[in-house]
């Protein structure tokens, strides 16, 4: 039988891509997003679904809702927009989170958080397994976003020891692919709309740092098995494991667009993490996942989706 789907932050990268996934396998679904960096855009092809119904709420205020499954996803992952207003992320992330478990704990539900490879911070273990804390700074200008999702997952397991909430959580590294924002900030997107209109493509510092980039296919793929899961609460790690430097990053770009665009060193972000790359085997082997895309593939699909846009 279908469920009723929740998604927070439905309107973003990776809930948009979710949403479709979900009205594709049969499920109604719920788009509730406040559209702070997410686009209307982005899921106006669902609209005329019948299955599909969007609200526009920002999650800091509660909501009661009737549904079986709640995808936790609400909260800006740029750090140039989760830095924008960073007291209103931190109580995205928290507050946010609190009033989907109480939700969750109303209706008998399911919540899946949408965690992220910053709680390991600027990890001093590589690559990174669950086991490991982290190494996180707490006042710095990414902990409203790094301790606000540590708080999250806080609250996950504790809703879960003290209410049995049935909770999920993983924590995504960087994931990009089509219905990214294209003025969004992040890596790739920045990238890619550099190449494509022949601006310089900014690498932050001289590009030595590295990211393990998952198209979100396979991520989505990987939060709905988590989901469908009754193995384990997470957290799991949820990424690709092939890692690369952001100068490689840019020279692929280049030559997969054919740009004549140079690469420029632009400064490089406080503490941003130097190295960063999941160990999967709590993946593999509790959701049976792995990434089938590799990030040529990948960027292929992402550059044609912004060559349609731009
Ligand atoms: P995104 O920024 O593209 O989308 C986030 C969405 O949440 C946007 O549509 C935004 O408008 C909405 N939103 C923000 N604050 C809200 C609020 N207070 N109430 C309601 N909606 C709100 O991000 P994404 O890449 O799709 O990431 C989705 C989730 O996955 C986030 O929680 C993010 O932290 C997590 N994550 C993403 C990545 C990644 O690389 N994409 C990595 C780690 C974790
Ligand atoms: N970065 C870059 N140029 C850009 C945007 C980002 O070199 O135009 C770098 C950034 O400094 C970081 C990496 O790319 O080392 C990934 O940045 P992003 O903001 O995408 O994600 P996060 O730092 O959260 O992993």
Redesign the pocket.
Known sequence: MAQRVLV?????????NLCRRLLDDGQQVIC????????RE?IEDMLGNPRFELIR????QPILLEVDHIY???????PV?YQFNPV?TV??SVL?TIHMLGLTKRVRGRMLQ?????VYGDPAVHPQKEEYWGNVNPIGTRSC?DEG?RVAETLCFDYHRQNQVDVRVV??????GP???RD?G?VVSNFIVQALQGEDITVYGDGSQTRSF?Y?DD?VDALVRMMEQTDTPGPVNVGNPVENTIRELAELVIELTGTRSRIVERPLPDDDPVRRRPDITRAQKSLGWQPSVSLRDGLMETISYFQKLL
């Not at 927070?8 to 990776?14: F, K």
């Open positions: 927070t932050g439905g309107a973003g990268l990776i809930g948009t509730l997003d406040s559209f702070f960096c997410g686009r982005n709420h920002d999650v800091v936790n996803l609400a909260c800006p992952a740029s927009h209103k109580k995205t946010g949408a965690s992220t490879s910053e976003y999702k924590r995504i590294f960087n994931t990009y219905h990214m924002m969004d992040r998952c979100v991520t």
